[in-house]
């Protein structure tokens, strides 16, 4: 998606484990044009706060919060800081792919406006839930 339909978007890749974050950027030094819009950041998003206000959008991976409880908190603590108007794409799952993933419900996501659910019906894993934080 990166370097095929948001060629001047620059990226902010949080991931609490550094070695994957050591890896994504091995594999984004291949390209070197996509590699100059790459920044690898190695921390708990918890800890984010007023950067996450600069964001019109923000990916949240499905990995991210392997239990429901720490999943809730982080998208709490992601609404709490992200941009009025900001779009949010989490990554979930649903049916037996819920064994791999956490599952992100409706319930999950208050304070948010939900736009769009969708569930894959092919070989993809990941559900996509599509949400908004309102400007109040």
């Known amino acids: 998606m990166a370097t095929h339909h948001m060629k001047l978007t620059h ?3 949080f991931d609490i484990d550094k070695a994957a974050n050591d890896v994504a950027h091995q594999i984004v030094a291949s ?3 996509l ?5 690898f950041e190695t921390g708990d998003i918890t800890e984010v706060q007023e950067k996450l206000s600069e964001y019109d959008c ?3 991976a499905a990995l991210v919060g ?5 999943k809730v908190n982080i998208l709490g603590h992601i609404r709490k800081y992200m941009k009025e108007g900001g779009v949010l794409l989490v990554r979930s799952a649903k049916g037996a792919r ?9 319930q999950d996501v208050l304070g948010f406006e939900l736009l769009s659910i969708y569930h894959p019906t ?9 949400l908004r934080k309102p400007a109040f």
């Open 58 to 60: 923000i990916f949240l």
């Open 122 to 130: 092919n070989d993809v894993i990941n559900s996509v839930v599509l």
């Open 11 to 13: 990226f902010d890749n």
């Open 35 to 39: 590699e100059k819009r790459m920044k």
């Open 98 to 106: 819920a064994f791999l993933y956490p599952v992100v419900e409706e």
């Open 66 to 70: 392997m239990s429901k409880v720490d």
């Open 31 to 33: 390209d070197p044009e």
